[in-house]
């Protein structure tokens, strides 16, 4: 089969790859789309941990097309969408019901060979039922979802309570959607690109604003009485972390989600911090909260055809990781056969 098979920062080539034999509890998945996520990025790069030589991509779905005869549950040309994260069930954390701080966590993707492949082979557990008259460009996103739904458990968001979102990208997006969902009274977003602040007043944010206009801070404040009740950054960079300290109002929380460089820190001023009591959390992975993702796109509660995705052949993919990110494009999907 054809994958491209990453061997360490920026060496990446798409090759002929010969799958293994089917083991106990394999289903072998024939990919029909696989997502191209900022973590790919970060690994590509080396920003991210990986474990080359590896075949990455970890949103992917596809079709089941054999499996080991022990798997039930699962049949030949049942539509799947892969959850890529495979905990050990055994370590300190698992036996405590905290299952994304696995001491032995493998990811499909990042450890493991995943989705950038004609075909992948995984755990039957990790692969989750689609329904047939679900399109495999909605059914992609049900991993990042999954990761944006743990982030709302982290916020805890109350009914009526006023949220900010730092980041319009395709998490955010969907951020602003689980918040409207969630019963929050104002949902602002704080996104640059002047098309994503389109297509989140278009998808329930009541007040989108430029990071860069002026009197940003006054604005928002007196929109809130003091800043959001919470505030969800979902950028990944120093300069959006320190926004949602600045926003957020006293007693209020802030839920840091995106996956960052190495070098970026937070900076806290601990008396400004101590005045305001606020309550930061980080958000990892996505901890039971698959299912409830791909129940999330089955119902369209979470529209996520809105984002048109750009489909791309495996044969480009390199290509597209060398290149600088293109901020018109919401979502790249490889399509590797």
């Known amino acids: 089969m054809k994958a491209a098979i990453f061997k360490g920062p920026y060496e990446l080539h798409v090759d002929e790859y010969s799958l293994p034999k089917i083991e106990k509890s394999q289903v072998l998945i024939k990919v029909d789309l696989c997502g191209l996520c900022g973590t790919d990025f970060h690994i590509f790069s080396g920003e991210a941990p990986s474990k080359p030589p590896v075949i990455p991509g970890h949103e992917y779905v596809g079709t089941v097309v054999d499996k080991d005869y022990r798997v039930d549950g699962l049949s030949i040309g ?48 990790q692969a989750y039922h689609i329904p ?10 049900a991993e990042p979802l999954s990761c944006c739904v743990h982030g709302m458990d982290q916020a805890s968001i109350k009914l009526g309570e006023s949220v900010g979102i ?24 704080i996104e640059p690109v002047k098309f994503k ?13 430029d990071p860069n206009s002026e009197n940003i801070n006054t604005q928002i404040s007196e929109l809130t009485s003091g800043g959001p009740d919470v505030i969800i950054e979902c950028v990944g960079k120093s300069e959006a972390t320190n926004l949602a300290l600045k926003l957020t109002k006293k007693g209020g929380r802030i839920i840091v989600f995106g996956l960052s460089e190495k070098k970026d ?31 999330l796109i089955a119902s369209k509660k979470v529209n996520v055809e809105a984002f048109n995705p750009v489909l791309f052949k495996l044969d480009n993919l390199r290509e597209v990781l060398n290149n600088k990110r293109d901020l018109s494009v919401i979502k790249y999907q490889i399509s590797p056969n």
Not at 132 to 141: G, I, R
Not at 197 to 209: H, Q
């Open 265 to 295: 820190t937070m900076s806290i001023n601990l008396q400004n911090f101590f005045h305001k009591e606020l309550d930061i959390k980080g958000s990892l992975l996505n901890p039971f909260t698959f299912a409830r993702s791909v129940e």
């Open 197 to 209: 602040r389109e297509m989140a007043a278009k998808l329930g944010a009541d007040y989108t604003f």
């Open 132 to 141: 047939k008259d679900l399109s495999f460009t909605s059914a992609a996103f």
């Open 166 to 189: 730092i980041g319009g990208g395709t998490i955010g997006l969907m951020m602003i959607q689980l918040v409207k969902i969630s019963g929050a009274g104002k949902i602002i977003l």
């Open 78 to 125: 049942d539509h799947v969408a892969i959850d890529p994260n495979i905990y050990c069930g055994e370590c300190y954390y698992c036996r405590h019901g905290k299952i994304n701080f696995c001491t032995n966590l493998k990811a499909l993707g990042v450890t493991l060979n995943g989705g950038f492949a004609e075909y992948s082979i995984v755990p039957s557990s």
